[in-house]
């Protein structure tokens, strides 16, 4: 994994986002080839966060990374889709409360969501975007509140994950970045794990270690790293591998190809 070992991060994503239908795969750039790679990374990845899951007998997990730029929002979005694709209901969360972008990649509507229920203004029932593909619902932020942290570390949030993971099989939250923000630290005691992306060229060994850092003052679990960004033309012919993650290696990586 060739993550950047000093110098500056670039501080925006830099790259344009596909259609949710093909797993954000842009099929006029990529070819069947190229998304039958996506697709199958998709899963290999999904498998390992499935063993994770079942290891601490829960069903709840949320994606972060350390800073903004870095995929997690698209990976989150795929990762859902790939749930989804197994017949299991799958709720999407967008739990980032400051800069959301959920909504923008599955092209939904936001006027209304996880800030209404938060704030008692309306229902989950009321808000929820259903079947926004077979099995799978999202819940989009809706308004940007002033107090993301608060809300997002309330009993109100808390009491609707608890009902969530009594009426779904999959509770998957896209989080704030770690090194921007602590909100994503705040739902520790409310999933399994985090699965934390990681960005070829714009991740720094640095910020895994500052994020391995703030995962163990906090006591929160990493389930493991998803590498995104990568260069197909590198490692063997593209192929996907399940490997452990350089010195870090009591945490899983999933890694995968993007075809932009």
Request: hydrophobic share 35%; aromatic share 10%; with cysteine.
């Amino acid at each position: 994994m060739k993550l950047r070992s000093k110098g500056r991060r670039r501080s925006d994503s830099g790259y344009s986002v596909g259609h949710s239908q093909s797993y954000m795969a842009n099929s006029a750039q990529s070819g069947d080839a190229g998304k039958f790679a996506i697709i199958e990374g998709y899963k290999i990845a999904r498998t390992n966060i499935q063993f994770s899951l079942s290891a601490s007998n829960d069903n709840c997990f949320a994606v972060t990374s350390w800073s903004k730029g870095e995929g997690k929002s698209t990976s989150t979005s795929n990762i859902a889709i790939s749930f989804a694709k197994m017949d299991k209901k799958v709720i999407l969360l967008d739990c980032d409360l400051r800069r959301p972008n959920i909504h923008n990649l599955l092209k939904l509507e936001n006027t209304a969501g996880m800030t209404s229920v938060l704030c008692n203004d309306k229902t989950f029932d009321q808000v929820v975007q259903r079947e926004v593909l077979p099995n799978l619902d999202v819940l989009t932020v809706g308004t940007i509140p002033p107090n993301p942290s608060e809300l997002i570390g309330s009993d109100n949030f808390a009491n609707l994950i608890r009902e969530l993971k009594k009426k779904y099989d999959y509770v998957i939250m896209d989080t704030a970045p770690i090194g921007i923000v602590t909100d994503a630290l705040l739902v520790k005691d409310l999933v399994a794990g985090y699965l934390i992306v990681v960005r070829e060229g714009v991740t720094t060994h640095g910020d895994i270690q500052n994020f391995l850092k703030a995962m163990e003052t906090s006591g929160a679990k990493p389930m493991g790293f998803l590498k995104v960004g990568c260069d197909p033309s590198e490692g063997k012919s593209g192929k996907y591998k399940y490997k452990k993650y350089n010195r870090y290696n009591k945490y899983n990586s999933y890694e995968y190809y993007r075809y932009y």
